[in-house]
Structure formats: C-alpha cells, structure tokens
C-alpha cells in the first residue's frame, strides 16, 4: 500500500509525507516499509526497512533498518527543569542510523535475534546566532559515532497475514 501521512506537532511541526509497504515481497514472507516526513531541507525523518521472515526458506530471520532526522530547531534548557525562558538555547541536528539483525524463530510466536547498529550523530550550533547560547564543550556537541551489539527477543501473538487483523507485537532489546 502506498498512504499519504502528516505529522503535526512535536519537533518538525507541520510535516506532510508519504508511507509505502509491502508485507508479502516475492511471495516469501519479506516486508518492506518506507515512510518520510518533510518539513522542510533541514527539518525532515524518513525510514526504510525490510525483513525476511525465512532467509533463504529456512527459521533463520534477517532484519535491516534505517532511519534519518534532521531538525534545525531542537530546543535546549541550560538550567535544567528551573530554566526560564532566557535559558533556552536552539541547536542543529542531524541523525543517522542503521540497525542488522539476525535472528532464529524458535517458534511461530517467538524469535531470537542478534543485532548491530552504527548511528551518527552531528549537533552543530543554530543557524541563527540570537538562540545559540548552547555551550560548545559539553559532552555529545559536534558529531559522535556509536557503534553498538545486542540482542533481542520478540513475541509475536498477531493473528492474520499478511494484514494483522488482531493481537499483540512485543520485542525486547538490549545493546
């Protein structure tokens, strides 16, 4: 299916955009799932991912997902949960993630999985210097690269394929 979305509020503000997915690729159980918001060239998030619940017809699952964000306008209180309105401070991000997965499904319902990710990160002063008070030298300005391993499990207690008709999807993760 391809849907038109619209995000409004929170950190892009007014945003229009565009979801696709297919549940059933090739026939095999393989989802792909894209959605992107756009507000504007520096304030936008999209995401893309797809899974293949039998790699090569087999219990072995395979996960790739992705996302970027960019927001010219996160806001920052110096003071903490006491800061006015004169502590806030406006700065530039811009974040980038991809996430591998494979897994084993133990059953119908319950998957095992081993996951690596590596997410970029670059915060940068606000382009307009009236709100870029934020300090430069604290811990995460400027751009930081994370590497990270972990594993996860998911229980899967949906009914209906390809179109969930009802049910719970849980996953736990920890990296």
């Known amino acids: 299916g391809v849907f038109p979305i619209m995000n409004v509020g929170g950190s892009l503000g007014f945003a229009p955009g565009i979801m696709a997915f297919h549940n059933n690729l090739l026939g095999r159980e393989q989802s792909v799932n894209f959605s992107s918001l756009f507000a504007s060239l520096d304030n936008n998030y999209t995401t893309l991912a797809y899974s293949d619940k039998g790699l090569f017809w087999s219990p072995l699952q395979f996960n790739l997902s992705t996302h970027f964000f960019s927001d010219s306008e996160e806001n920052h209180y110096i003071g903490g949960n006491k800061s006015t309105e004169e502590d806030e401070s406006v700065y530039d991000i811009e974040e980038g993630k991809v996430q591998i997965g494979f897994g084993y499904n133990l059953n119908r319902s319950l998957n095992w999985q081993l996951l690596a990710n590596l997410k970029h990160t670059d915060i940068s002063q606000a382009?307009?210097?009236?709100?870029?008070?934020?300090?430069?030298?604290?811990?995460?300005?400027?751009?930081?690269?994370?590497w990270g391993i972990g594993t996860g499990i998911t229980f899967d207690f949906r009914n209906g394929w390809p179109r969930t008709l009802s049910g719970c999807l849980i996953k736990l993760d920890y990296h």
Not at 127 to 144: C, L
């Open 127 to 146: 382009s307009d210097e009236d709100d870029a008070k934020i300090p430069t030298d604290i811990a995460g300005f400027g751009t930081t690269k994370l």
